[in-house]
């Protein structure tokens, strides 16, 4: 297809769709018909490759999109029939050229075929099975020119502040995240990074590569003939399902809190059940989330599991996602207004990921940004939770991921870490209430008592001297320091 050919399928058809998401509204989401969600999900579809992943990627994003639209995008159909057998079989053939000899058997019926990649079965020379995962011949120039072109129309959009999308920051990331995806050489080496390290007991395999036969556009790797895990449940006992509901959760915590890797797509069609062992595809849109990140969402889900709001809006505070001149004390009163609807339901009644998703989804009103590596960490948590309901529905996803913190923590070591993340915000919040209550005391004593008012304000400057010592010193004599702190704190305040 030319590339006027396609700008003109673009004009007449993707415009219609960007004016249909801009009069949306966060604040009318509820009231969005059925058919209206349903049309705006089969455009994307229409669309093609480059639609279908950008539908996937705003699906993340309910921050800017009504849920429900969120929604309907995370399920959009990336099944699509497989590229002409000769033109992927010389594309195999160009990239890997004379490694192909290694190959003994290549089946021209793809199993799987997605929008960017199909996935053929094959046998190697030492008689292992293997799957050859091989992108579509043209996508990454079609995916490149939807790119420019989308850039040449939204430039062309008539301006609104209606619009609740940023156009251009979408198709920046958007652009971003599928050069990724279009890389299968770096799906290959987070593949191999997310199957090191996991306890065998857990019994989670990941495919193992064949480097001598990956190119970027070429992926080989161990086949697995497993049963969908949805199809499987019900051939599998009581025990069995919960040992694979709490090995999976524990799976997803272990590789998140270690190495900073989300696996973006935890579904039921990447996960298979090979014997008695779950087995975890597709490593295409896996992301990595930084160290500071990793420690702040940690502290976020053990705030929201142990109901503490304290802590669940501090842990967005020091991701810095606070914006403007927010009156933090009112935020936080929003925050636990926003809370409270969840805090007393029962335990294996709370869905976190839907808790989440409504506080992403409130963002925008409160003034608050949410750092985009979260957002894709959001969405995978509710496609696992969905995953872990079909698997083992008669305990909660809470449950399961308390359960599932409590061990990771210990395996990793991270239980010092995290009271000491604790012990950190403690600090944080008492040197706020005592420079709040220190502040009113020396405006109202000043006339009466300015030697008082100094010694309240000579135990907040020593205190901040405590409390610094957290940044300056090696973690190692942190317990020590907080020891310190907490006994120079209890001097302080006696005398």
Not at 311 to 317: D, G
Not at 419 to 436: C, N, P, T, V
Request: aromatic share 8%.
């Amino acid at each position: 297809m030319g590339i006027l050919t396609r700008g003109s399928e673009l004009a007449l058809n993707a415009i219609p769709l960007f004016l249909k998401l801009r009069n949306l509204s966060l604040r009318s989401y509820k009231t969005i018909p059925e058919d209206e969600v349903a049309d705006i999900k089969a455009r994307f579809e229409r669309l093609g490759p480059s639609f279908i992943k950008l539908g996937q990627m705003l699906s993340c994003h309910y921050d800017i999109l009504p849920p429900i639209i969120a929604e309907a995008l995370s399920h959009l159909l990336d099944e699509l029939p497989p590229s002409p057998t000769d033109k992927v079989l010389n594309l195999v053939n160009k990239e890997l050229g004379t490694s192909m000899n290694e190959v003994t058997f290549w089946d021209p019926n793809p199993v799987g075929a997605a929008s960017l990649a199909q996935v053929h079965k094959c046998t190697l020379k030492n008689g292992h099975v293997a799957a050859m995962k091989i992108l579509r011949p043209g996508v990454e120039q079609l995916i490149d020119e939807d790119i420019k072109i989308m850039r040449f129309l939204i430039k062309r959009l008539p301006k609104t502040q209606a619009f609740p999308i940023d156009l251009k920051d979408t198709l920046d990331e958007f652009s971003t995240n599928i050069i990724k995806e279009l890389d299968l050489l770096r799906e290959l080496a987070c593949m191999r990074k997310y199957g090191e390290g996991l306890p065998p007991e857990w019994e989670v395999k990941v495919p193992k590569g064949y480097p001598e036969l990956c190119t970027k556009n070429v992926l080989t790797m161990s086949f697995h003939s497993g049963i969908r895990l949805d199809k499987a449940v019900q051939g599998l006992s009581r025990f069995r399902r919960r040992h694979m509901a709490l090995s999976l959760t524990k799976t997803y915590l272990f590789k998140f809190l270690k190495d900073g890797m989300v696996h973006s797509d935890p579904h039921f069609g990447n996960i298979l059940i090979d014997e008695n062992s779950l087995v975890l595809l597709d490593y295409g849109a896996t992301c990595f989330l930084s160290e500071k990140i990793r420690r702040k969402s940690m502290l976020l889900f053990w705030g929201l599991l142990r109901r503490d709001v304290s802590l669940v809006y501090s842990s967005l505070a020091s991701l810095g996602v606070i914006q403007g001149h927010v009156d933090p004390l009112a935020l936080e009163n929003e925050i636990y207004d926003f809370l409270e609807d969840y805090l007393h339901r029962p335990l294996g009644q709370l869905s976190l990921p839907d808790m989440l998703k409504d506080l992403i989804s409130q963002s925008p009103i409160w003034g608050i940004k949410i750092p985009k590596p979260l957002l894709y960490q959001v969405k995978a948590l509710s496609m696992l939770e969905g995953t872990l309901h079909t698997l083992y529905p008669e305990i909660g996803f809470e449950e399961l991921l308390d359960e599932s913190f409590q061990e990771v923590t210990s395996i990793l070591n991270l239980k010092p870490l995290l009271l000491m993340e604790l012990g950190k915000e403690k600090i944080k919040r008492a040197f706020l209430d005592i420079s709040s209550t220190t502040s009113a005391a020396v405006s109202s004593q000043r006339t009466e008592n300015v030697s008082h008012g100094t010694t309240r304000l000579f135990s907040v400057l020593s205190l901040l001297i405590f409390g610094v010592g957290f940044i300056i010193l090696p973690q190692s004599t942190h317990l020590y320091w907080l020891a310190l702190w907490l006994f120079a704190s209890a001097f302080t305040i006696r005398r």
